[in-house]
């Protein structure tokens, strides 16, 4: 018998939606809890502590926006990815400024459903092997742990917050392109919507403060810079 990937949650009001994503997350080996309001999709991540959670931004009871920021302000950074309409764009990006980790807009394949969730769990995991802490200024950073400390206080980030950060201190220096920060960060070759990185390095900015060493490329990107660089 194949061991499980662990649990998803989707909370999908729409059966006919909720059922395909199933089917095609448990032939990947992943078990599936469903719910079809918000209320009782945020009780439910509470009590079973899913390994991710495809979450419908358009919800009866507590919609997603609100269940986003519910899961974050209790210091649960599950991983989130918000299945959203065309014309969600602000929600969308509102749900990623509040942590979302990813998003997809309906409609979509339901392969690229089972491989979203898959990068988001690898992004949580982390890059493997044993690469050393940094400190760039007032900042630390630990891959191993998985922590960020500014001025000795700890920074709560998303996953893919902490990759972006890792990844740009890594690159120390050096202007990283949004579509390369794409392809090595979130493993989206040729994503079209590089709006994405924006809005993670700007709510990387918003929790760093004036510690945030990372600049704007105009044009081009973004870098990492020490103090005085």
């Known amino acids: 018998m194949t061991e499980s990937r662990g649990l998803v949650l989707i909370v999908e009001d729409e059966r006919h939606i909720s059922d395909v994503q199933r089917l095609y997350l448990v032939r990947e080996g992943f078990g599936v809890h469903v719910e079809a309001d918000g209320t009782a999709g945020l009780a439910a991540a509470r009590r079973m502590r899913p390994v991710a959670i495809v979450l419908d931004i358009g919800l009866p009871g507590v ?92 920074v709560d980030l998303t996953a893919t917050e902490f990759n972006l950060l890792a990844h740009l201190l890594r690159h120390l220096g050096q202007v990283l392109t949004r579509d390369r920060l794409l392809a090595e960060v979130w493993g989206y070759a040729g994503y079209r919507d590089t709006r994405m990185v924006d809005v993670f390095v700007s709510q990387l900015r918003a929790k760093l403060g004036d510690a945030s060493p990372i600049r704007t490329v105009r044009g081009v990107g973004y870098r990492a810079t020490a103090p005085g660089a």
């Open 63 to 154: 919609d997603g926006i609100t269940f986003c920021r519910a899961l974050r302000e209790a210091g649960d950074w599950t991983p989130v990815l918000l299945v959203t309409a065309r014309d969600e764009e602000a929600d969308r990006i509102l749900g990623l400024e509040l942590g979302a980790d990813d998003y997809l807009t309906k409609p979509f394949s339901p392969r690229e459903l089972v491989a979203r969730v898959k990068t988001v769990l690898r992004r949580a995991a982390g890059p493997p092997g044993g690469a050393a802490p940094q400190r760039v200024g007032r900042l630390s950073l630990d891959p191993a742990a998985r922590t960020v400390h500014c001025d000795g206080e700890p």
